[in-house]
Each structure stands twice: as C-alpha cells, then as structure tokens.
DNA sequence: TAGATGACTCACA
DNA sequence: ATGTGAGCCATCT
C-alpha cells in the first residue's frame, strides 16, 4: 500500500536531516502524491515506528497539526537529532536529506 | 460507491 | 512579503 511505501522512506531518513512529503512524494513516484503523503502520515498507524518528526513541508517548516504533541514536540525531537529548529522550521539547504546519497 | 477532507505545492495578485 | 486560487492524490466517512 501507498502508506506502507511512505512509511519505509520515512525510516530510511537518516538522523539528522529532514525529508519535505514532496520529496518522499517524488520517491514514491510522482511527487504531486505529497498531499496524499501528508494526509497518510496524518492518518498514519506506525506513528510510534515511523520517525514522522523528521518530515516538513516544502519549507521547512514543521506541520502545525503534528499527530503527537504538536510541533513543539516535533522541533525537540529535531533538536534529538541534531538540527536546529528556528522558529518551527528547519534549514532544508543543511539539513535537507539527500535520497540519493543513502547514508 | 461517491463525496468530502487534508501534516502539500506552485503560481499569481 | 502575505493572501487567495487551482491541481493533484490517498484515506476516511
């Protein structure tokens, strides 16, 4: 199923960098599913497997309705690992994951 | 089965 | 720089 794919990429995000869902979209396919993206990481089963904090918007910037304890939750989870959330968003241009790269 | 929704993205005013 | 409109897709009711 779609969900499980996006799941997998999700995990396969490495610690300390963040994926945008039109990224992971793009992985999947075709990169104009990143709403579906959201809307199943939204609806997401495997929350508590599936390292969702690590996934933004296009922006950077961290999802105002976080399934968890809200983006305040989220940013400290990034902080976890090692990226700097200012002001609910990220450095996609530093902390930006590379699927290419495969760490 | 069909209709509505949403953690999206891009373009234009 | 912010606000609104349109396009696309999967999941939910």
Same mark, same amino acid.
């Given at each position: 199923? #779609?969900?499980?794919?996006? +799941?997998?990429?999700?995990?396969?995000?490495?610690? $300390?960098?963040?994926?945008?869902? !039109?990224?992971?979209?793009?992985?999947?396919?075709?990169?104009?599913?990143?709403?579906?993206? $959201?809307?199943?990481?939204?609806?997401?089963?495997?929350? #508590?497997?599936?390292?969702? +904090?690590?996934?933004?918007?296009?922006?950077?910037?961290?999802?105002?309705?976080? !399934? #968890?304890?809200?983006?305040? @939750?989220?940013?400290?989870?990034?902080?976890?690992? $090692?990226?700097?959330?200012?002001?609910?968003?990220?450095?996609?241009?530093? +902390?930006?994951?590379?699927?290419?790269?495969? @760490?």
């Amino acid at each position: 199923m #779609f969900r499980e794919e996006v +799941y997998a990429i999700v995990k396969r995000i490495p610690r $300390g960098k963040v994926a945008t869902y !039109g990224q992971i979209a793009a992985l999947t396919g075709d990169r104009l599913r990143a709403r579906a993206v $959201g809307n199943t990481l939204h609806r997401n089963t495997e929350q #508590f497997a599936v390292p969702c +904090y690590r996934v933004v918007n296009a922006r950077g910037e961290l999802s105002a309705a976080y !399934g #968890f304890g809200g983006r305040e @939750e989220q940013a400290l989870l990034l902080r976890l690992d $090692g990226i700097e959330v200012e002001n609910g968003a990220v450095d996609l241009e530093r +902390y930006g994951w590379n699927p290419n790269e495969c @760490e």
